[in-house]
């Protein structure tokens, strides 16, 4: 069984709002890049992939004119993708949706929220990802009343041969200090944008231990838009959202595992993980960051878990094969991870 997650830059952007895929001539929201040419880079990538499920982070818009289903299942027929069904869970108002494509001959996939809804006055105890979170962050008296700008998608997953297993796809918001200017501002909203961060994993975390009592098999995966030591404001705040997520202060039965994190917990190493690659314009150079993972409880882990960041100049298999390598700058500023597992008997007896 192989699982994915894959963050797909301005994929909403590719497709009418009949979820017909716009491959033309015309420029895609990336930089330099066609509608067609990312089309047809998205295509040789998922091909390449060949999981059983993919998270699709930023996936089409879902709105009154616009249906996200429809555009992947379109562009998987396009391309001839195994992954042919796709479902949402709760939409969003930003343009990026959550959204799982997945092979029918493999496994079936429900949204399958859990935890009651709690509206504006909120609830301190996990409520449903589409409602409002009150939670303390220690840092001070004040209680953040948190709502997801994009509600984690949480799935019930069922293979073939009747193995059963959770997912809980997330998009965790930006610390990035978008539309300040000055030293003071962009310091005000990092600051304001990391407690949100750490909010909403906390409101993960609470879901996670509640599966983990449960005694649920799950899998927490996404784009964190963080990871340990990610900048300075870790050290201002105690944590990341990552380490909270994972469980690095609970006992190793409640912890999550993804080894990609396993380098960056340990300590500063000359060679770290990396899932997305940005352009600075400003120093007219690249950089790499590891904001993409995929966590999985211990019995998963047990089940001959192996984890792959599909990288291009990382990964020396991707490397030599040129039309690869040059799909995956072409498609998106983020690359896939992917996990195998052996699921073969799994809970059975």
């Known amino acids: 069984m192989r ?20 491959a033309d001539g015309k420029w895609s929201a990336r930089y330099n890049i066609t509608r067609g040419m990312q089309l047809d ?3 040789i990538v998922f091909t390449a992939i060949n999981a059983d499920a993919v998270l699709v982070v930023e996936a089409p818009d ?17 391309y001839g993708l195994r992954q042919r069904r796709a479902l949402i869970g709760f939409q969003n108002h930003t343009e990026q949706e959550l959204a799982l494509m997945y092979d029918p001959d493999v496994l079936s996939a429900t949204h ?5 809804f709690a509206g504006r006055k909120g609830s301190e105890d996990a409520p449903r990802f589409d409602g409002t979170f009150n939670v303390d962050l220690g840092l001070d008296e004040t209680t953040e ?8 998608l949480e799935l019930a997953m069922r293979t ?4 059963e297993f959770r997912m809980i796809g997330v998009h965790v918001k930006s610390k990035a200090p978008h539309g300040a200017h000055t030293p003071d501002d962009i310091d005000r909203v990092a600051i304001a944008n990391r407690r949100k961060q750490l909010a909403q994993c906390l409101w993960l975390r609470q879901r996670v231990d509640g599966h983990l009592m449960a005694g649920d098999p799950l899998i927490v995966l996404g784009d964190f838009n963080d990871g340990p030591g990610l900048d300075a404001y870790d050290t201002q705040l105690g944590r990341s959202g990552v380490e ?9 039965r409640e912890h999550l595992f993804d080894p990609h994190a396993r380098p960056v917990l340990s300590g500063r190493t000359a060679a770290r993980p990396a899932t997305a690659r940005f352009y ?19 019995d998963l882990r047990e089940r001959g878990a192996t984890w792959r960041i599909w990288h291009p100049f990382d990964d020396a298999r991707i490397y030599h094969v040129p039309e690869l390598r040059e799909a995956l700058l072409t498609a998106s500023d983020h690359f896939p991870v992917t996990l195998d597992l052996d699921l073969e008997g799994f809970g059975e007896g």
């Open 3 to 22: 699982i994915a997650t894959y963050n797909v830059e301005w994929m909403n952007a590719l497709f009418d709002d009949d979820g017909q895929p716009l």
């Open 41 to 43: 880079a998205l295509g």
């Open 62 to 78: 879902q709105n009154r004119r616009r249906n996200t289903s429809v555009a992947l299942e379109t562009f998987a027929r396009q």
């Open 112 to 116: 399958d929220p859990i935890g009651d």
């Open 145 to 152: 009343h948190l709502q997801f700008s994009k509600p984690p």
């Open 160 to 163: 073939r041969s009747g193995a």
């Open 244 to 252: 909270i997520v994972l469980g690095e202060d609970r006992s190793s």
């Open 280 to 298: 600075n314009d400003e120093s007219k150079q690249y950089f790499s960051a590891l904001l993409d993972y995929i966590m999985v409880t211990p």
